[in-house]
Structures are given as structure tokens and as C-alpha cells.
């Protein structure tokens, strides 16, 4: 009797680790989603901040300045749809660390370089300049973005 207690009681302890990580997977898809959304139509509403942003790395040839501006956008709002449709997860999450990835690359070399400007991460809705805190929030996204992305690999947890 004493076997079949302790057999059940580790069948209840995995059920709460997988709820948690539910959880934990559902928090990240929705929030990742909801920044890729939201930053996405705030550049496509005012493209200028990050325009001027874009024009301070000076690796960057002037000549994609305007063609990130466009790109960059279209990229994020067509992630979070396909994350919302839940459209090839495996991929999409890959891609959406790797944005992130440059997220924050680009918030560091900002931060490092002293660049004293809002970043136009989310057009001129909220302001966000360079500095520690904007690495860390992309630290972050990044992380709720590789949880996603680990969750999304075949034969583990989909929603």
C-alpha cells in the first residue's frame, strides 16, 4: 500500500510541475505576442523614432535606414500572428528569438555607446530610452521568447 502512495503522489508532483509550466508557456505566448503586436503598430503609426535611432549605428549603411523602418514592423506584427494562429511554431518561435536576439544586441550597443535617445522601440506611444533598464526588459523578452521556443519543439507542450 505504502508503494502505491508514494507511486501516486509523484504522479501529483508531475502534474503541478507540467501546470506551471503551462502557465509559465502561456504568460510568455501572450505577452511576447502581445510587445511583437503593439511595438509593431506603433512604428508603423510614427516610423521617426526609430529612423533617428537607426541613423545613430553608424555599422549601418544610411541606405536601410528606410528599408528597416518598413521592414521591421511588418516583421514583428506578421510573428505575432502567426504566433495568435499558432502557424508553424517551431519556426516562428525561432524567429522571434532571433529578433529579440537583435533586440537586445542593439540595446546594449546603445547603452555602451552612450546613446542618449529614445530608441523608437514603440514609435512615440511610450518612451524608452537607452540605458540598463531597456537591456534588461530585452533580457527578458528574450528568455519569455526561448521558452516559447523550447515548448514549441515537437512532442512537448503546444499551447
Known sequence: ?????IIKNRKN????????IKIL?????????AVLLFSGIA????????????KLITIL???????????????EIGLALLLLMKI????TTKAVVFLFGIFLITSLYGTLAGFGTDCG???????????????????I????????????WPGKLKQ
Not at 26 to 32: A, P, Q, R, T
Not at 43 to 54: E, G, M, R, S, V
Open 121 to 139: 522601440c514603440f514609435g512615440n506611444t511610450i518612451k524608452s530610452g537607452f540605458g540598463w533598464g531597456m537591456v534588461g526588459r530585452n533580457t
Open 25 to 33: 508557456y502561456n504568460v510568455s505566448f501572450y505577452i511576447i505576442t
Open 13 to 20: 508532483i508531475k502534474i503541478k510541475k507540467y501546470g506551471i
Open 88 to 91: 508553424k511554431l517551431n519556426i
Open 43 to 54: 512604428k508603423i503609426i510614427d516610423p521617426l523614432p526609430l529612423i533617428n535611432t537607426l
Open 141 to 152: 523578452f528574450l528568455i519569455l521568447s526561448l521558452i516559447l521556443t523550447i515548448n514549441a
Open 61 to 75: 549603411p544610411e541606405s536601410l535606414h528606410i528599408i528597416i523602418a518598413t521592414i521591421l514592423p511588418v516583421v
Open 1 to 5: 500500500m505504502s508503494d502505491f502512495a
